[in-house]
């Protein structure tokens, strides 16, 4: 404690118990942002969920909310050096949640944000009475000076009211948003707000978006897929890129709804998930699983990752390219090995077999 004591604000890292090269790591996890006159700062997290980690942004509420997104759904964000610039897109990010009374804008980043280092969320955050536990510990705060340069401040909790946290440490008014660290753990335990040494305990906000990402879990045979996109919609149904939790792979689910349709049309859509199942074909999407439940049906498929044939032949018009020889006669003999395959299973079901 006598240590902690001396601390003193200062733009470069303080070099305590071997912290500075961490620190220093830490600070490319910010950034500013900028929008519609407002100033704040944002970082970049992650957080176990299931078998994976997630990749999240976030901001404080009244930086950056649910509004700031309808007439533009796309947010650029300036990192520390100001030359590296990144693209939120949230009709292209997984999960966005908005939390007016928390202060808290938290964004479920996709992969291909190139984003080389993320805090982490304090052990202890979700334990129980954790907010008694918290009090006169030392904390600090990464932030910007002046809107310019990352700075560190450190301090004590002084109290923590319901999700509130009341602080002491010295930072600037653009810093709505910064994290706030445990100084012992050097992971997240909370972010500051736009009021003055106020910050707000992650653990209910937390919870409360754990609990969104459990909702669009899809539960087929005791096997968990969690819905990365959208992949297409039909008469039927719509389709949907997921991924499986226990193989961390990709898959393509058809939901299929069937809540108010009658049993004549449910039993229709039951035999196409037994059609599928009869094919093996390398040109016909593959067959894995299915399930039910009272509100829909789930058919688990092959994803192919590639582009589909109308998109191709799009793209290829509208750039002015003539399509190779070649590869219009691989793609017709393609499609005639998938028709063949059609064709004999519908030979093979519509005529009696005859034993002699």
């Known amino acids: 404690m006598e240590k902690e004591s001396k601390l003193k604000d200062s733009i470069e890292p303080v070099n305590i118990d071997g912290t500075k090269k961490i620190l220093e790591q830490l600070m490319n996890c910010i950034c500013k942002i900028s929008i519609k006159g407002k100033y704040g700062t944002g970082f970049f997290c992650k957080i176990p969920f299931r078998k994976e980690i997630i990749k999240i942004f ?10 700031d997104f309808k007439e533009n759904k796309k947010l650029k964000l300036s990192l520390n050096d100001e030359k590296n610039t990144i693209t939120i897109d949230l009709g292209i990010e997984r999960e966005a949640y908005f939390n007016k009374e928390y202060n808290i804008t938290l964004i ?41 340069k990352v700075n560190v401040s450190y301090g004590l909790i002084n ?31 909370g972010m500051h707000n736009e009021v003055y040494n106020i910050g707000t305990l992650l653990k209910n906000p937390l919870k409360d ?61 039951e035999k196409e998930a037994e059609i599928l199942s009869k094919f093996n074909c390398d040109n016909i999407v593959k067959y894995y699983d299915s399930s039910k439940d009272n509100n829909n049906i789930y058919i688990l498929m092959e994803f192919c990752g590639g582009s589909n044939l109308r998109n191709f032949i799009d793209k290829n018009k509208n750039n002015n390219i003539l399509i190779d020889e070649d590869i219009l006669k691989n793609i017709i003999k393609q499609i005639c090995i998938g028709i063949k395959a059609i064709s004999y299973f519908i030979y093979s079901y519509s005529f009696p077999k005859f034993e002699y």
């Open 58 to 67: 976030m901001t404080n509420y009244n930086i950056l909310n649910e509004n």
């Open 108 to 148: 479920e980043l996709k992969e291909e944000h190139n984003i080389k280092n993320y805090l982490e969320l304090d052990n202890n955050l979700f334990q129980d009475n954790i907010e008694i536990n918290y009090i006169n510990k030392s904390i600090y705060i990464l932030h910007y000076l002046d809107g310019k």
């Open 159 to 189: 109290n923590i009211d319901k999700y509130n946290i009341n602080h002491n440490c010295s930072i600037d008014i653009c810093s709505s948003g910064s994290p706030i660290l445990n100084l012992k753990s050097k992971k997240v335990i």
């Open 209 to 269: 978006f754990v609990n969104k990402l459990k909702k669009k879990l899809i539960n087929i045979n005791n096997a968990e897929y969690k819905i990365i996109k959208e992949l297409g919609k039909g008469n039927s149904g719509n389709v949907y890129q997921v991924l499986n939790l226990s193989d961390n792979k990709y898959y393509a689910i058809k939901i299929i709804p069937i809540k108010n349709e009658t049993k004549e049309k449910i039993k229709k859509f």
